[in-house]
């Protein structure tokens, strides 16, 4: 099995920058894709920016600009940097990886997610 944990979301004025950390851990062999998602209440799950096979990153359009992917390969851990925060921004953060196992398997997990509001 493999766990993910995040940590670093909380409440953050409009303007204000927020890093959010992932950690993975357990039976990993290698992660082939590792990122973030985010879900508001009342929409669907979306992709806020990950890295891609190949070690491409990918961000949303209305993140651009603002939001920074990074990683640590060593740590099998990816962090999301979050610059100029907006009231749109709040949402549930979730990290995901995708790859292999130690067993060979396939897997995809998901974190427990993490707050991010951004108000006044």
């Known amino acids: 099995q493999v766990q993910l944990v995040e940590s670093g979301g909380g409440l953050v004025q409009p303007g204000g920058s927020l890093r959010l950390s992932c950690a993975a851990s357990?039976?990993?062999?290698?992660?082939?894709?590792m990122g973030w998602y985010r879900q508001a209440p009342g929409k669907q799950r979306e992709l806020v920016a990950s890295?891609?096979?190949?070690?491409?990153?990918n961000y949303a359009d209305s993140v651009k600009g603002r939001f920074t992917i990074s990683r640590d390969n060593a740590k099998n851990t990816v962090y999301l940097q979050m610059n100029s925060l907006k009231p749109e921004d709040t949402a549930v953060y979730y990290c995901?990886?995708?790859?292999?196992?130690?067993?060979?398997?396939?897997?995809?997990?998901w974190g427990q997610g993490t707050q991010v509001t951004v108000s006044s």
């Open positions: 357990g039976s990993i062999l290698s992660i082939a894709a």
């Open positions: 995901n990886a995708d790859g292999i196992g130690r067993s060979l398997a396939s897997f995809t997990s």
């Open positions: 890295f891609t096979i190949g070690g491409r990153t």
